[in-house]
């Protein structure tokens, strides 16, 4: 499962989703999770409409399923529900790491309905 984070450095998350220039991909498969790349967003004009930063920013993680943001429009949420992509809200410059250990151990323990769902979704994409 492929899981973005809306992150200016890729070390914490940082960045609203519309505003973001970066997101850091990270792959959890199984027991164990990697970093795969950074993806970066063209900037925009400072008359670009609103709709298309939200469009190239879901295309961009449209292969991921999960993504944290610290902050995110109502719009952005619309669209990428739509999508089949689950939004997680992390704290204002929370870290990737340790996001990914929390969810490791979700995982391990007890994973809630949510987690469940966004695996199997991850399965069928990639199936």
């Not at 943001?69 to 669209?79: E, F, L, P, T, Y």
């Not at 979700?106 to 994409?125: D, I, N, Q």
């Amino acid at each position: 499962m492929k899981i973005a984070f809306a992150s200016g450095d890729g070390k914490r998350i940082d960045a609203h989703f519309g505003q973001c220039r970066y997101f850091s991909i990270f792959e959890l498969n199984g027991d164990k999770y990697r970093w795969l790349e950074s993806r970066t967003i063209r900037v925009e004009s400072d008359s670009d409409e609103h709709e298309n930063r939200v469009a190239r920013r879901a295309e961009a993680i449209g292969d991921c399923t999960l993504l944290f943001v610290s902050s995110i429009g109502n719009d952005a949420v619309r669209r990428l529900r739509k999508e089949g992509i689950m939004i997680l809200r992390a704290e204002p410059e929370s870290e990737v790491i340790p996001q990914m250990e929390g969810l490791l151990k979700l995982l391990r323990e007890r994973p809630p309905l949510w987690l469940l769902k966004a695996v199997r979704r991850a399965g069928e994409r990639s199936g």
